[in-house]
């Protein structure tokens, strides 16, 4: 019968981009990678061929935080879309890079990283508030993604 020795733990891990704090981060999933699957025949039957990468949105959750206000990505999604203006800045001035690095157990050695090019905040889902909780209040952010390099 075979036996984990040493499995990797969910919490080995941190987030890096400019503006982030890797620290508030409380979870991360990784976007979803898939490949289309296009269809021709063959006689009688079908052949299945490779077609186009997608990629599906980097979900983050972060505490806010009780004695300073966190306005970075509300300020980053204004950057995209500015109701006031009427306008945004161009995707090249918006999107950046993120990257997610899973550790060993001693939390120092970097057993995988995804790299994630074209990152921009498509969603903040609302807080919840209650006065009978007494939970760290998290905040859900949608990040959409161009494209993924597992390394």
Not at 47 to 56: L, M, P, S
Not at 60 to 81: F, G, L, N, P, R
Not at 90 to 113: E, W
Not at 114 to 125: D, E
Request: proline residues 3%; glycine residues 8%.
């Amino acid at each position: 019968m075979a036996q984990v020795a040493n499995p990797r733990k969910q919490f080995n891990w941190s987030i890096s981009s400019p503006g982030v704090n890797a620290f508030l981060c409380q979870k991360v999933t990784i976007p979803d990678f898939e490949i289309d699957v296009v269809e021709h025949g063959d006689y009688n039957f079908d052949v299945k061929t490779g077609g186009r990468h997608k990629y599906g949105s980097l979900m983050i959750e972060k505490i806010a935080t009780a004695v300073t206000s966190d306005t970075y990505i509300w300020t980053w999604m204004q950057e995209i879309q500015d109701v006031f203006i009427g306008g945004g800045v161009l995707p090249t001035l918006y999107k950046r890079t993120m990257q997610i690095d899973q550790f060993d157990l001693s939390g120092i050695l970097v057993l995988n990283s995804w790299v994630c090019y074209g990152c921009w905040p498509s969603k903040i889902n609302g807080v919840e508030f209650n006065r009978l909780g007494s939970e760290n209040t998290l905040e859900s952010i949608e990040i959409q993604v161009d494209q993924v390099e597992h390394l």
